[in-house]
């Protein structure tokens, strides 16, 4: 059984005191996060969840509400879950600049210091594929903002596939890339507004049934769609929410 925690299901504003993005995903031999929002320990130990379990972090985008939780990781296997085995970051090109960067910021003697334990940096590229602790990961860009590299993944573990969307605007692509996978966890930031860098409701709820996955659910979860929760059909996640695949 391959099982998918949901740590943070909200938006970058928090809408509803939701956490920011953040999955556990857990199978035979192998637990990783998909994506590390800033409040990935307050959600893992409020679950009663060991943060000393995972094996790397797989970042979608470097918008602070996905990966601003990796120093918060780092803080925690230095002082208060020592750790000793590596730990790998993978994601867009300048995930390792940017970690570091906001590492310092927060912690700067900290982070002026050696790890006790080993970082690798792995950059992701599009249309790739990687292997990670027997993990299948397919990056694809997805549209989001000018300014950044923002990936969708195809994930595949121990016979299951997951499809992350990441944040991105709609984009027929997830039609394509959703065909035969276990789960879609998909992005819906609005249900009225139209963004141009998000999915809004009636655009996903349009071309729901011509997907090809077993199982939707949304996330990233705004104001909007919040408001509207009576009037969405399609599953939607909540923070704390266990998905078995």
Do not use: N
């Not at 970051?89 to 310092?104: F, M, N």
């Amino acid at each position: 059984m391959v099982r998918v925690t949901v740590l943070g299901s909200g938006d970058a504003f928090g809408s509803g005191g939701r956490l920011h993005s953040a999955y556990l995903i857990e199978g035979p031999g192998t637990t990783f996060l998909l994506d590390c929002g800033p409040g990935v320990l307050q959600s893992l130990k409020r679950l009663r969840r060991d943060p000393g379990v995972i094996d790397f972090v797989l970042v979608s985008h470097l918008h602070g509400d996905h990966f601003g939780g990796i120093p918060f990781l780092f803080m925690e296997y230095r002082y208060e879950t020592p750790r000793s085995r590596p730990l790998v970051v993978c994601g867009p090109p300048g995930t390792e600049r940017r970690v570091r960067a906001l590492y310092a910021a927060l912690y700067e003697k900290p982070a002026s210091e050696p790890f006790p334990f080993p970082v690798r940096y792995d950059v992701m590229e599009a249309e790739v594929p990687r292997t990670l602790g027997g993990v299948e990961v397919l990056p694809f860009v997805v549209p989001h903002v000018a300014e950044l590299v923002s990936f969708g993944y195809r994930i595949e573990v121990a016979g299951r596939t997951i499809l992350y969307s990441g944040d991105s605007a709609w984009t027929e692509e997830f039609v394509t890339r959703s065909r035969g996978v276990d789960l879609f966890i998909c992005e819906c930031s609005t249900y009225e507004t139209r963004l141009g860098i998000h999915v809004s409701y009636p655009e996903i709820a349009a071309r729901a049934r011509d997907l090809g996955c077993r199982r939707l659910v949304l996330s990233h979860l705004g104001r909007e769609p919040l408001d509207h929760l009576g009037d969405i059909s399609l599953e939607c996640a909540r923070d704390g929410m266990t998905l078995d695949l």
